[in-house]
């Protein structure tokens, strides 16, 4: 997997993007990072009981299992953009509400095993799209919102998508983890 993607410049991202993209380290290896980032996730949910996935660190908040199929969806959302941008095509594609989907993907009725083995799958997926993609496809662009966006943008905002997150997973319950229970 040792591709080497450098990082998108200005003008190829939505610019409120900038706050995933600046999250990923500027080595040049984002597929590292995506089969990393399962890795990490899968350690956090480690510690944390089957309760303690599903309640919201604060009222109003998702739980965690909500933010991990948040990242799923969105992940699927973002892919299905590069697709499209590195095929070719230049459709304006709209943006989508994370809130009904966050509602309607009921994450917390669901076991940590099944979320998990979703996102898994989802993350497999992203990375052979992007591992199979040429070097052209790779700064393709295509309109999101409006917005001229590479194809390599797209996947340093999956990147720094799930880092965004799991930054907020541990700033919210980093202290709350019951230690030694295994959930995966």
Do not use: C, K
Not at 72 to 91: H, K, N, P
């Amino acid at each position: 997997m040792n591709r080497h993607l450098p990082p998108p410049q200005s003008g190829e991202y939505v610019p409120y993007t900038i706050d995933y993209i600046s999250l990923v380290p500027d080595d040049g290896f984002a597929l590292e990072h995506l089969a990393d980032g399962v890795r990490q996730v899968e350690a956090f949910v480690n510690g944390f009981s089957a309760e303690g996935l599903i309640a919201p660190h604060a009222p109003g908040e998702w739980s965690i299992q909500d933010v991990l199929q948040h990242v799923a969806d969105s992940e699927r959302v973002f892919s299905y953009r590069l697709l499209r941008f590195a095929r070719g095509d230049t459709t304006d594609l709209p943006g989508y509400d994370q809130e009904p989907y966050a509602v309607a993907a009921n994450a917390n009725g669901r076991s940590i095993a099944d979320v998990l083995t979703e996102y898994r799958a989802v993350r497999a997926s992203t990375i052979a799209l992007i591992a199979s993609l040429s070097d052209e496809a790779l700064v393709r662009r295509g309109t999101q919102n409006g917005v001229s966006v590479s194809v390599r943008a797209i996947v340093y905002v999956i990147v720094g998508h799930e880092l965004y997150h799991l930054r907020s997973l541990r700033e919210n319950y980093g202290s709350l983890a019951s230690v030694g229970r295994s959930v995966t």
